[in-house]
């Protein structure tokens, strides 16, 4: 058995009130991590397609406002 059904499986023992928010916090977790998946496979198209900043100049800007 996963972790997941696991979790599903004692989440089943909780109050119902307390269920709902537990699946309301999970569908906002999953939202999350799909948005950031997606974003994260959009910048490595562009960079594949030659799009991207050079890194020397991203380190440099960073170094600007960062310091060090």
């Known amino acids: 058995m996963s972790k997941f059904d696991r979790a ?4 089943e023992n909780l ?4 269920r709902e928010e537990l699946g309301e916090d999970l569908l906002h977790y ?4 799909l948005a950031l998946a997606e974003d994260i496979d959009a910048g490595l198209a562009e960079l594949d397609a030659g ?6 100049v991203v380190f440099d800007r960073l170094t600007a406002r960062l310091g060090s």
Not at 8 to 11: C, F, I, L, S
Not at 15 to 18: A, F, I, R, V, W
Not at 51 to 56: M, N, S, T, Y
């Open 8 to 11: 599903v499986k004692a989440a």
């Open 15 to 18: 109050p119902e009130d307390l």
């Open 30 to 33: 999953i939202d999350k991590y």
């Open 51 to 56: 799009k991207g900043v050079p890194a020397d």
